[in-house]
């Protein structure tokens, strides 16, 4: 201190001034290396985020690039026009190019595709960023600036196959309904059907009818993953995990009388009934479940802790964001300590206030077949220039684990019981060997009771390759009407196919 | 075609800004300024070559005349404003001064893309404030005595800060700015430098540890009326200028050790005290939660820099406007939106050199309150850029501050300007009395018989200097001349420079010198 410092006291000051300098550069490098790290790595998925305004000016500079399904087909491009013209369509030397955009595919594709011109959803909202941006010949960029024409924007290559794609979308005929497939090791969408349908060509002449029709039965809505169903049986797969989990030793002595329906011991009020009244006599835990016996299974949910359940069930992604960049609805599940018996009997069959979207069925599927591991959805496999080279390949997807290896492997037997003995019998006589679980959800629909069919499952049973989830709206069960359509979906991924 | 000359000059201005960050650094490295001449007419030919570039943009792309006229006026100022910093101020830090003018120019240039009405603004404003600024060095040099001052600055100070807080009026939940005939501007844009003056020249002259506590207490009446004025991020500025002040005055470690807890226990209380600091954490941690509201900034921002990417989408073919006051707290976001992050970088790495040069001119400065002027005003503007950067790209939360010569805003600009030019004053009266040092050593080297070293000691002996020899100064030629000094300050600086430097009495006394860059200077005279 002071104006006279010692000799080293100076010294010392000066030292400690350049210390300071030191500290403020190593913050600064901090900061300058979170820049970089930001804009090299970081900042890629929230470019196409809607609240960026920025992508429309981009819209002035690149043609948007096309989507492209994995096996190589075009699913949506944009055709700019030969000539100039003015804005109502006359030829007009001093006008602009016109661009379409085009979806060969039509319906088969307009949920997961998605629209770029009334708003963006699907593929088109996900992709944005990388639709908008050109990496072609820098030459030809430059030739274009000169002669202020756009450039080709990027394709992006979409795991979505087109064959598998119409074959799903085409084996629901006219119902109403859901089909996606996943491969369980990688969780690339092998295909995303959903029905109603739309035509993406047209929607913005058709955009008042598809808003205002309810009788079309909302055909801008992606029921793989923003649909909510009642899951029916099943619902079995987590009930029989949950007791599983419970009884870790002896789940195998669980035994069970079947005589075609359950009634609650402290409140005969309470019964549930095996589906058309079949009797399925003694089962254990194996037998319930590729019976699909409710009997059985109302008794387990008489039995489970109500709490553990719950929990099994936020591990199980239930009340959660789905890990899928699109847009999904939360699956609901509502089961706490004060749950009355009669609850839980209805929640065990997949009955009561539990709903999930078909996206959950077959994450969970796929988990069960890639033994507990879920391998989180993804649609995007690459970007690619215009001029076919690669820009960038999306990771593989992030895993997480949703059960144990071995609760993986015996529910994964249940499911090929359901094939071998059980419900989903339609697949037995294929030539690979499935599993999976049925489910026809009874709900009311304007004061008449319908049934939802479901199947969600996987195959081959040794070496999964695909795993599917179909929801089929006011079929008849399961079995007859969910299960037929799987096995077309599979039959082509594991047949036709090569 | 034009967006094909946007494109070229977008590429070409990304080359001539890294090259200008060079010799930044370079300039750092080279102990004598006289050598480093020339690099700095270099740096500044950059500047106008840029300036010219990016102007022509805005006059094809906006295409009025008046944008060609305002170009021509500011290439006027800026040769202007330096031809005669250099000629009024032969020993001027020519790095600084380049790096004011850069500073202004890229300032200047976002402001006119962004609105050309208030780039008007701004460059009146420059004017004002550099035509003024220009005699504070004289006025340090021959009139005042700051030092006496220190009691008048902080009752200054105190009294500004108090006056913002009873009747300042509210911005973004912090009462920052009074209103004086429709004339607004920000107090503690003035009080960050006075705070600064007596502080440090109340630790220059402190005794005791009672001395000590009496000016802690100062400051902490400066940053207790901040914070009632809720303007944390200016409280901050001060709290860290003051922390490094008292520490460099005692070298002790310990009072940086209590103030960085009372910083986390500072920190901690706004958090549960401040509903705008929460705020501004919850932006921080996820603005995606609430992108419509408390977010919508922040996002903004990252989408522009983001979006830009490295290398700009050239200028005009973004759209920073979407920002919300872009051009003042997020015009970093503005600059690496449409010049690109590797522009933002530069500039950055800009800021950090002139942070580099005024700590270095405190490493000068014989005169300890000059020296604990020159570190204070230092950490002030390296905090400031760091809030205003880190802010913009969510390394911290924002906190609103401005990047000084950049930003849009009267009381910002006038700030920095004087806080520039008391750094200069202090490096020019320091240049000024080693070359009277060096004349009186040279007269009596030429006059008397030279002796080798033995002779510069009685020639120091003669000024009245009764250290020890010129040896003792550790000041060896070989140091110097290493040309990447910048690389490694310890090197140079390191205990076995400074070894036995001496302490030559009042160090403002005319005859005594310490200054290494006078030892070089003279020992090459001598042919040593």
Known sequence: MKNKKSRSGIRKTNRNIIRVIYFFSFLFFGMIGYMVYFIGWGSDDLMGNAYNPRMEVFNERFVR????????????RTIVSDTRKNSDGTENPEGAYTETREYPYGKTFAQAVGYSTKGKTGIESLANFYLMESNSNPVIQVVNEITETKSQGDNVITTL?????????????????????????????????????????????DWDSIVNDESAGAPLLNRCTQGLYAPGSTFKIVMALEYMREHPNDYQNFTFNCDGEYRDVSNSDYVVHCYSGEVHGAEDLHTAFAYSCNSAFAKIGTMVNRTKLAETAEQLLFNQELPIAIASSKSRFNVTEDSGTWTMMQTAIGQGETMMSPLHEVILASAIANRGVLAEPKLLKQVQSSDGKIIKVFEDSETRQLMTENEASVLASFMRSVVSDGTASKLRDAGYAAAGKTGSAEVSKNGETITNAWFTGFAPYDDPEIAVCVVVEEGETGGRTAVPIARKVFDYWLTEKN | ????????????????????????????????????????????????????????????????????????????????????????????????????????????????????????????????????????????????????????????????????????????????????????????????????????????????????????????????????????????????????????????????????????????????????????????????????????????????????????????????????????????????????????????????????????IGTYMEDSFYKYVSVGLAIEYIVQVFLTIGGAIKFIPSTGVTLPFV????????????????????????????????????????????????????????????????????????????????????????????EDYDEPGNMRGKGASGSYRNERIRAEDLGL
Not at chain 2, 222 to 251: E, P, R, W
Not at chain 2, 269 to 289: E, G, Q
Not at chain 2, 476 to 490: L, Q, S, T, V
């Open chain 2, 1 to 360: 075609m034009i967006n094909l000359y946007i494109t070229a000059t977008k590429y070409i201005q990304l080359l001539l800004i890294a090259l200008y960050t060079y010799c930044n650094f370079r300039f750092l490295s080279i102990p004598d300024q006289d050598d480093a001449n020339p690099l700095c007419d270099w740096q500044l030919r950059i500047i106008l070559l840029v300036h010219f570039l990016m102007n022509l943009t805005v006059f094809l792309k906006t295409g009025e005349v008046s944008a060609l006229i305002f170009y021509v006026l500011q290439l006027i100022f800026f040769i202007l404003y330096t031809y005669f910093s250099v000629r009024l101020y032969r020993n001027i830090n020519r790095l600084l001064l380049n790096n004011t003018v850069f500073l202004l120019a890229y300032g200047l240039i976002t402001l006119e893309r962004l609105d050309m009405g208030k780039a008007i603004k701004q460059f009146v404003i420059v004017i004002g404030a550099a035509a003024v600024t220009l005699v504070i060095p004289y006025i340090i040099d021959k009139v005042w005595d700051l030092k006496r001052w220190r009691y008048h600055f902080a009752a200054f100070g105190i009294l500004m800060q108090g006056i913002v807080f009873v009747i300042g009026a509210t911005s973004y939940g912090a009462k920052m700015s009074i209103s004086i005939g429709g004339f607004t501007f920000q107090a503690s844009e003035v009080v960050k430098i006075t705070f600064v003056l007596a502080t440090a020249g109340m630790l220059s002259q402190a005794e005791s540890f009672r001395d000590i506590v009496i000016t802690s207490l100062v400051a902490g009446a400066h940053m207790l009326i901040l914070v009632m004025c809720k303007d944390l991020g200016s409280a901050l500025i001060f709290f860290v200028a003051y922390l490094v002040v008292l520490f460099i005055a005692t070298n002790r470690v310990f009072y940086l050790m209590l103030g960085n807890i009372g910083m986390c226990l500072a920190a901690v209380f706004s958090y549960f005290s401040f509903s705008h600091v929460r705020t501004r954490v919850f932006a921080w941690i996820d603005p995606w939660a609430d992108i419509d509201n408390k977010g919508y900034q922040i996002t903004q921002s990252l989408f522009a820099i983001g979006t830009g990417g490295f290398a700009g989408l050239g200028l005009y073919q973004g759209l920073p406007n979407k920002i919300p006051i872009v051009e003042k707290d997020f015009i970093i976001s503005a600059i690496s939106e449409e010049m690109g992050a590797v522009t933002a970088i530069c500039i950055t790495l800009v800021c950090l050199g002139c942070f580099m040069q005024m700590m270095v």
């Open chain 2, 407 to 498: 930003s849009y805003g009267g009381s910002s600009l006038v700030s920095a300007f004087i806080v520039f030019a008391i750094i200069q004053a202090l490096y020019i009266i320091q240049g000024n009395e080693d070359e009277a040092d060096e004349r009186a050593a040279y007269d009596n080297v030429s006059g008397g018989a030279y002796d080798g070293p033995e002779y510069i000691e009685s020639g120091y002996a003669e000024d009245g200097y009764d250290g020890a020899g010129y040896e003792d100064y550790g000041f060896d030629d070989a140091d110097y001349d290493e040309p990447d000094h910048d690389a490694d300050y310890d090197a140079d600086y390191d205990d076995a420079d400074y």
């Open chain 1, 161 to 205: 196959d087109s064959e598998l794609q119409k074959i799903a979308y085409e084996a629901l005929e006219d119902h109403n309904g859901a089909v996606i497939a996943v491969d369980p090791k990688t969780g690339e969408v092998l295909a995303m059907a959903s029905k109603p349908s739309f035509d993406p060509n047209t929607i913005v002449e």
């Open chain 1, 65 to 76: 690039g096309a989507i492209i399904s994995s096996d190589g087909q075009v699913l949506a």
